[in-house]
């Protein structure tokens, strides 16, 4: 069965230090995958998407990066971390195609940057 | 802009009662889908439904499209406490590779 992993669960760092997140995904191949930000009590903003390895398309400029160094692995990076970067971080996969398409949903990671 | 737009913001109902909502969108789109998530956890995909249907049924969700409107709503029939949560509408554009764009979600509240 498909499933998808996101770590860490919840991370607290200070304002300038870097940021690694990381999202895998098991039980399919060559998905899309999707980074998404959450302010609270908002809807979903589409960071990066990615339709294969090493193609990274970014919806918002902004101090964040994307990278895809494996078929099933996509990684959200930031060199220094701002406060506005706090927030509720979602991967997503969808199975290929031309998007539009379903996606599955990570449980999440909740960043908090002080 | 939000391509889809949910309406109301938050609703409170009593278990038992059915739960509807909406969700406007502005251009032409392939596929709605209407996702759930619980507080603090990822998204779940409830239901999808294509351009050309006006109609989907799942269990106790009602999934009806309006294209001429640019307008789709959900409705929960019979609710129960764990439908508690959010929902958002989510569409994509008619063009090319297509993201999904999602509205800032309804909060359903269901009082035992």
């Known amino acids: 069965s498909q499933t998808i992993h996101q770590w860490p669960a919840t991370l607290v760092q200070p304002v300038g230090s870097p940021l690694s997140l990381e999202c895998t995904v098991e039980g399919t191949s060559n998905p899309n995958l999707y980074w998404y930000r959450q302010a609270a009590g908002r809807g979903l903003q589409l960071l990066f998407y990615s339709v294969g390895i090493g193609q990274i398309s970014s919806e918002v400029p902004q101090n964040l990066s994307a990278s895809r160094p494996q078929d099933r692995q996509f990684i959200l990076s930031s060199k220094k971390l701002l406060l506005s970067d706090s927030g509720f971080y979602l991967c997503a996969f969808s199975s290929g195609g031309a998007g539009g398409e379903t996606q599955y949903f990570g449980p999440g990671t909740r960043l908090l940057v002080l | 802009s939000q391509q889809g737009e949910e309406d109301p913001q938050a609703l409170s109902i009593q278990e038992g009662e059915n739960a509807t909502m909406n969700c406007s969108y502005k251009?032409?789109?392939?596929?709605l889908q209407w996702y759930r998530q619980n507080s603090g956890r990822g998204l779940v995909h409830l239901i999808l439904?294509?351009?050309?249907?006006r109609e989907k049924h799942s269990g106790r969700l009602r999934v009806t499209l309006d294209t001429s409107k640019k307008s789709s709503s959900l409705l929960i029939t019979a609710s129960r406490a764990a439908d508690t949560a959010s929902y958002f509408c989510a569409t994509d554009v008619e063009s090319g590779y297509s993201t999904l764009t999602f509205g800032k979600g309804t909060m359903l509240l269901v009082s035992p």
């Open positions: 439904i294509r351009s050309n249907e």
């Open positions: 251009t032409s789109i392939n596929n």
